[in-house]
């Protein structure tokens, strides 16, 4: 059947795969993406992004103008986290331990540090932009944001060196669609449109 797929993600032997469909479920695979099994949270959800820890073992997937969900058994049952938002990526660190998600409409993002339990907010000073991608170290200590314009306002990308507790607004008023950040977090690349 054809499906509206909008996320995969892989654990670093690429044996466990996670996927996310847009008003539908998820799916996930344990043996490098041969088969794969449908996984309900009870209902059918707009899912925008999922993003696995180094195992696969810790997931977390976020639903657009939803919940964040979290799974700690590989993909099989996922609790409902963080509130209900405009979710538009989240990054986790190698262990899971650390995660980061932006949010595109009100310029905020979230961090948590108990793999996904619990999630703060971090100010930004960002109300006028729309995060488009979050992106961290292996460790989750390095983190890059990026955003793009709303109401006429330029984006920026920001940097954080203390797991996404404080960010710092770099140059480069554009509109940014996303970056990477290397697994010690010592190189950063950011994509303009």
Known sequence: AVRNWRSVSLSSTGQYQTATIFSGNIWT???YGINWTERSTGTTRDWRVVSLSSTGQYQTAAVANGNIWTSYD??????????????QSV?????????????????????????????VQRSTATTTKAFTRIRSSASGQYQLATAG???NANGQFYVSS???????PRRGLGSWLGGTVSATGAVMMTMLT
């Open 91 to 119: 990054s986790i660190s190698s262990t899971g331990q650390y995660q980061t998600a932006v949010v595109s409409s009100s310029g905020s993002i979230y961090t948590s540090t108990n793999y996904g339990a619990t999630w």
């Open 149 to 151: 314009p709303v109401a």
């Open 29 to 31: 695979s344990s043996d």
């Open 74 to 87: 590989f993909g099989v049952t996922w609790t409902s986290r963080a509130t209900s938002l405009s979710w």
């Open 162 to 168: 203390d797991y996404g507790q404080t960010w710092i």
